[in-house]
């Protein structure tokens, strides 16, 4: 499951901060950026933001 975010750092940051595990984000060439992560129970979700320029690379 992923939920859309307008802010992948700023939310990156607030899954750390809430004590949960959370990636870099990561480039989606053409599509935007994803991050996985984990909640504080282990359950994996992602966060996920649309940003057509992402350049291949």
Same mark, same amino acid.
């Given at each position: 499951?992923?939920?859309d975010t &307008? &802010?992948?750092e700023g939310s990156i940051?607030?899954?750390r901060e809430a004590g949960g595990q959370a990636d &870099?984000?990561?480039p989606i060439p053409?599509?935007?950026w994803f991050s996985h992560?984990? &909640?504080t129970e282990g359950n994996a979700f992602g966060l996920f933001l649309s940003d057509e320029?992402?350049?291949p690379g």
């Open positions: 499951m992923y939920f &307008d &802010d992948i940051a607030k899954v &870099d984000k990561q053409g599509v935007g992560c984990t &909640d320029s992402v350049a």
